[in-house]
């Protein structure tokens, strides 16, 4: 294969939950910079609307499309929209989470709406929203999905860690089912990112960002940005081995031996 042909996405469609700021805006540029067509797909669509407009300014192919990542039929009405609009679905990015609005209790106290709500978006969307791609990806020859975990799946994490350890659980199991039709399934977990929600749950100037850094040997934060090399890699022919990953982009925090 040509080097340059590694990570080249031309003709293939993406869609990108949360895709209307944050990560995931930053991964659904990315996607249309190596060729793809995207859709970004949020539920706040007035956001998602913006995004996909600056895209199509700039000549890209994008779509707006409201989601509920919580609802199966939501989700199959964002599968059957990018369906219409660009002929299937080769790429799922399962971006969107609850972050910033977390329940203010420890596990052992948490009142079990709250664990249910933070549940039903980072784990049950990841869910529906791959349910709702498989056949059009199986039509297609294949496809990529790459969910959105965290370096706090693997330390105690409180809920949001509970449901990312979750979230690489549901990773592996779906790369076993789904691998035979040419699915890869991975994860990316992110470090400290620098970005607004990750300021909101830990402060940029906090003395606790300060205590994680110095724990991580290499680079100890970074930008958006900087998960998008591996994003792609896990997307484009450059990945096709890779399955059943869940890849750590944190300056060496995490560990797994």
Same mark, same amino acid.
Not at 63 to 88: C, K, N, P, R
Not at 124 to 146: D, F, H, K, W, Y
Not at 165 to 185: K, P
Not at 219 to 228: H, I
């Given at each position: ?35 793809a067509s995207v859709v ?35 989700? @199959?009405?964002? *599968? &059957?929209? =990018?369906?219409?609009?660009? +002929?299937? /679905? ?6 969107? !989470?609850? #972050? ?31 349910? @709702?791609?498989? *056949? &059009?990806? =199986?039509?297609?020859?294949? +496809?990529? /999905? ?6 706090? !799946?693997? #330390? ?64 100890t934060q970074g930008p ?34």
């Amino acid at each position: 294969m040509d080097v340059k042909q590694l990570f080249d996405l031309t003709g293939k469609v993406a869609v990108v939950t949360g895709g209307a700021g944050g990560i995931g805006e930053i991964y659904a540029q990315a996607l249309c910079d190596v060729g793809a067509s995207v859709v970004i797909a949020d539920i706040n669509l007035q956001a998602a609307q913006r995004t996909a407009d600056d895209l199509r300014g700039r000549g890209f192919h994008a779509l707006a499309v409201h989601l509920d990542v919580t609802s199966a039929e939501s989700a @199959a009405q964002m *599968a &059957s929209a =990018t369906i219409d609009a660009f +002929g299937g /679905i080769d790429i799922l990015i399962n971006n969107a !989470a609850i #972050m910033t609005d977390l329940p203010p209790y420890g596990l052992s106290n948490m009142p079990v709406a709250d664990w249910d709500r933070v549940l039903n978006v980072n784990l049950r969307g990841p869910l529906l929203c791959t349910q @709702a791609v498989i *056949a &059009s990806m =199986t039509e297609r020859g294949g +496809g990529r /999905i790459v969910n959105g975990l965290s370096a706090g !799946a693997f #330390m105690p994490g409180g809920i949001y860690g509970v449901s990312k350890y979750a979230l690489h659980g549901l990773t592996c199991n779906l790369a076993t089912e789904l691998g035979h039709r040419g699915i890869n399934v991975n994860g990316i977990a992110p470090g400290l990112v620098d970005n607004d929600s990750a300021y909101v749950s830990l402060p940029k100037d906090s003395p606790v960002r300060d205590f994680l850094g110095a724990q991580i040997p290499g680079k100890t934060q970074g930008p958006p940005a900087d998960l998008v090399g591996t994003m792609l890699l896990l997307c484009s022919p450059a990945g096709e081995w890779i399955n059943g990953q869940t890849i750590s982009v944190d300056g060496g925090w995490i560990m797994r031996l």
